[in-house]
C-alpha cells in the first residue's frame, strides 16, 4: 500500500511518500522561513499563499524522488487540522482534487495523531504508550491506546512550550523559529552554573498534583530579565546563559510533569504493558537537552524514550502519510465532504481548561 501525504498546517508545504511497511520513499519539506522571517512569526495569510505557489510542484517532487507516476498511488492523506485553517484548507483541497482524479480514498488526517504516531513509522511500537506532544501550539501529555483513541491527562493552560521558546527569542533577538536558535545560543555558554545563577528562572506548575503545564510566566520572567539589561549591556554572553537558563527551565518542567504521568500511567496501564514506553514528539522534541533530561527520568523509572529522528520531530509530510497508512489499514476513510477543523482536540472527551482556548 503505498499513501500519498500533504502537510500544510503552518509554514512548512510538505508532501511524502510512504508504505504500509514502514518505508519512507521520499519526504519533500520546503520552509517558508524566508517569507516570514521579516515578521518575527508565521503570518497565517502569508502561509496559505505560499502553500498555494509550492504545494504542486512539491507533491511533484516527492512523487520523482519516489519514482511514482501519480496513478501508483493508494491513497492520499493531508492534514485537515488543527492549524492555520487557510495552508490546511490549501492541503485539504488538494489532497480531496487528487483522490478523487485517481479514484483513491481520502484519508482527513489530525496533525496532532501525525506527531502521536510517528514512532510507529520509524520503531515497533505497540499501544499503549505515554506521550509528550511539544509543538509550537501545543503542549500535551495523552496516552495512546490505539489509532484514533487518546486520553489526554494534561495540556498548557496558556502558551505551548514551543511559544515560550519563540516568543522568549523574539524578546530576545532572535529571529524565529526560537527553539533551534535558543538551543544554538545555549550550546555556546561556557560556565552552565554562572548561567543558572545569572538568570534564575521559575519551574511553572512543579508542585501542582496534576499533569498540567504554563508557560506564560516563565515568557514574562525571561522579559524581566532582559529588561534588566540595557541592550547595549546584553552582549553575547548574557544571551547564550539566558538561553541556556531557559531550555533548563523548559526541560525541567516537561520532565516533572512526565515524571507524575509516568508514575499513573504504571498504575493505570502497568499490567498489560510489558515495554512502557514515554513518546516524545512534535517540533520541540527537536531539542538535545529535553532528549536527554527525559532519557534520565525514563531511565530511573524503567521506561523507554522514543524520540523520533530529527527530521520527523519538526512538521512533515511522512507523518501524515503515516497516519494514512494507520487508518487505511482499519478502513478508516473519510468522504470528500469533510470539512477541515481550526480546532480538533486527540480527546474530545477531556475536560476543558479554563484559559486554555484552542490549546485544550
Ligand atoms: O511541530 P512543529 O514543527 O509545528 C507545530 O505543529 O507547531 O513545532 C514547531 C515548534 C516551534 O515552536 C519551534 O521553535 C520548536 O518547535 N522547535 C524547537 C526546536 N526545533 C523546533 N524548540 C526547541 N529546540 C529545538 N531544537
Ligand atoms: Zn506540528
Known sequence: MIVLGIETSCDETAAAIVTDKRDILSNVVLRQLEEHAVFGGVVPEIAARAHI?????????A???????PNMV???????????????LVGMMTAKAMASALKVPFIAVNHLEAHALTPRLTS???FPYLILLVSGGHTQILVAEGVGQYKRWGTTLDDAAGECFDKSAKLMGLPYPGGPNIERMANNTKDAKQALEQFPLPRPMQHHKNYDFSFSGLKSAVRSHVESLSSASMADKDIENLCFSLQMAISETLASRCARAIEKFKAA???????????VSGGVSANQTIRKTLENLCAKAGFRLSAPPLDLCTDNAAMVAWVGVERLRLGLTDPLTFKARPRWPLDPAAEPRHGAGVKA
Open 53 to 61: 505557489d509550492h504545494l504542486d510542484n512539491t507533491i511533484r517532487i
Open 63 to 69: 512523487l520523482e524522488q519516489a519514482n511514482l507516476r
Open 74 to 88: 493508494g491513497a492520499v492523506a493531508a492534514t485537515c487540522g488543527p492549524g492555520l485553517i487557510g495552508g490546511v
Open 124 to 126: 515497533d511500537l505497540e
Open 269 to 279: 496501564y502497568g499490567p498489560q504493558t510489558l515495554n512502557p514506553t514515554l513518546v
